[in-house]
């Protein structure tokens, strides 16, 4: 039997497979299937279950796909080595195949909108007897799918929004809308509601002039007493010149000439009056206001507040007219205020004593009035008691201690952050008892200097058979130095071979550590510390010493 090349391939699948029903398979197998097309092809047949095609309309806006820069790309040949849609390097002017893109990609998110509205009845109201409901239609290109939203009106009372979701809507024919149905100016059934269509987009009408089918004007949609009524807001015309004219009529508004407010800007008239307490008087040449200011000084006994009369118009009267038969000449003028005459404000009499330099030259100039310069005497401050600083009793830090004196409420005294981070070196010095005590001759001390606080710290190193226990001689603090003019102590104090005298015992230095020696020398520029002093019999620092002067700190 001869068998054929389509044969071949179903045969050779049938023999692997058990001879029963459901397992022997009944179609043809294609040896080299084009994937890409039967899958384009499937896809699009799945898309529309009566396998009615989409066109594939020509859109108006093509997304512009710029040619690569071939200096980057694999072969120099071509522009590019993924797309077959750009053109070779060395084959320009020949035909060239585009990349296929099925209709549903290429017409993704291309949607037509358009905008209408339908009537529907409203019973039982004497307000209305229809309202207009206007929707706003999207058509989607990808597969001739139709969804309709209403948007939402404030206090409508009907639910808004989603008003028609996203299908394929049928005619009264059986057959699907299309983008020859939706016209502007034209009614669309859409399950039983009559919309007429008023406008659309711009990108819309692009569309259907691609096509040769331009959409004609945008209507108007029309407004139902409900929209009248309720949606529109009345917006009040204003009237200027009457609200000016009513303005002025009351003493308010605008300057009356904008040339005094030019040159009169920042010119203040300062006048020193006296009600019972001395106060400031500002007068504004700007807009003619004026201001009452309290004079505020130390230890006074009074609440410092600024002012005691907001800027405003001063009236010459406590109390003005009626509303509109306010004049301009009602209220107090420059040319009204005159030194040693009381000026009454709102009931309050306050008596001008003089005026500053500016205001001199200002009435001098203006009217010829030589307005006396004065100022306002401050209060002769009262002498204060000089503090008495008690003496130390001993208890606490001194510095701390302190804060009790200058304050009532003390605050711990602040540290020297910078002098603690930079100094973390401790100055050791080998000391003696500068006495004859027989009982004290031979006691030796290692007295640590901490430079991050300026503290001291006095140990006494442990001996053998001198019946004196060892440990810490003297508490780690800030000690002062009687002999210099009752100071803290400071390095320079601490030399070899000098007598010191701390918290009222008196040692006397014999030597020093290396790092002790390398600081001044440094620092200090210090090289010469002297020879040991009476170290011992030996004439060298006993074994135990030199540990404990080492390891203390």
């Given amino acids: 039997k001869t068998v054929t090349l389509s044969e071949e391939p179903l045969k050779s699948m049938a023999s692997g497979f058990p001879k029963l029903p459901g397992y022997v398979p009944t179609h043809k197998v294609d040896v080299n299937p084009n994937y890409r097309k039967v899958s384009a092809t499937k896809q699009e047949l799945n898309r529309d279950p009566k396998f009615e095609p989409i066109p594939d309309y020509p859109l108006p806006r093509e997304k512009y796909i710029p040619e690569p820069n071939q200096t980057k790309s694999f072969h120099p040949d071509y522009m590019s080595t993924t797309h077959d849609s750009f053109k070779p390097l060395l084959t320009a002017g020949k035909d060239i ?39 706003v239609v999207f058509f989607y290109l990808e597969d001739g799918s139709i969804s309709i939203n209403e948007p939402k009106q404030m206090n409508s009372g009907i639910p808004q929004g989603a008003f028609f979701k996203r299908q394929r809507v049928l005619k009264s024919n059986g057959k699907f809308i299309t983008i020859n ?21 711009q990108y819309t009408r692009e569309f259907y002039d691609n096509l040769g089918q331009s959409q004609p004007e945008g209507l108007e949609a029309p407004k139902d007493n409900f929209e009248i009524k309720t949606l529109t807001k009345y917006i009040p015309q204003t009237d200027h010149m009457m609200k000016d004219f009513l303005e002025h009529k009351l003493g308010g508004g605008r300057v009356a000439s904008q040339k005094q407010f030019l040159e009169n800007d920042r010119k203040v008239l300062r006048f020193y009056v006296y009600s019972g ?23 006074s006994g009074r609440d410092p507040f600024p002012l005691l009369l907001k800027r405003q118009k001063l009236p010459r009267k406590f109390s003005l007219n009626q509303p509109g038969q ?12 005159v030194d040693g005459e009381v000026i009454e404000i709102f009931g309050r009499k306050f008596k001008v004593n003089g005026c500053d330099e500016f205001t001199h030259e200002y009435y001098k100039s203006k009217y010829g009035i030589d307005f006396p310069v004065k100022s306002i005497e401050k209060p002769v401050a009262r002498e204060y008691r000089t503090l008495i600083i008690p003496p130390y009793n001993g208890f606490g830090d001194e510095e701390d201690s302190l804060g009790y004196v200058y304050r009532l409420m003390p605050i711990a005294p602040k540290k020297d952050y910078f002098k603690w981070m930079d100094n973390q070196i401790c100055l050791r010095y080998y000391a003696k008892f500068n006495t004859k005590a027989p009982e004290d001759i031979d006691r030796r001390f290692i007295i640590t200097f901490f430079l991050y606080d300026d503290n ?21 603090g800030k000690y002062k130095n009687t002999e210099k003019g009752n100071n803290f102590f400071v390095p320079g104090d601490l030399m070899v071979g000098k007598d010191v005298k701390i918290n009222g015992f008196s040692f006397k230095i014999l030597d020093c550590d290396d790092v002790s020696r390398k600081w001044y020398a440094e620092f200090m520029g210090t090289t010469e510390f002297g020879t040991p002093l009476d170290i011992g019999d030996a004439g060298v620092l006993p074994k135990d010493t030199v540990t404990s002067l080492k390891s203390t700190k």
Avoid at 460 to 465: F, L, V, Y
Avoid at 466 to 476: D, M, N, T, V, Y
């Fill in 456 to 476: 001291l710290l006095v140990y006494e190193p442990e001996q053998r058979n001198s019946g004196i226990s060892a440990g810490k001689f003297l508490e780690k």
């Fill in 326 to 337: 306010t004049s301009e000449e009602s209220y107090i003028r420059p040319h009204d205020i």
């Fill in 277 to 299: 307490i001395p106060y400031i008087l500002h007068y504004y040449l700007a807009d003619d206001t004026l201001e009452i200011r309290e004079v505020n000084f130390a230890n």
């Fill in 97 to 135: 195949t585009k990349l296929f893109v099925p209709t549903f990609v290429k017409l993704d998110k291309h949607v037509l909108r358009f905008n209408g509205f339908f009537k529907e009845s409203v019973s039982e109201s004497a307000f209305e007897n229809h309202r207009v409901r206007k929707v």
């Fill in 181 to 201: 149905d939706l016209v502007i100016g034209q009614e669309v059934q859409i399950f039983g509601k009559t919309i007429l269509l008023t406008d659309c987009d």
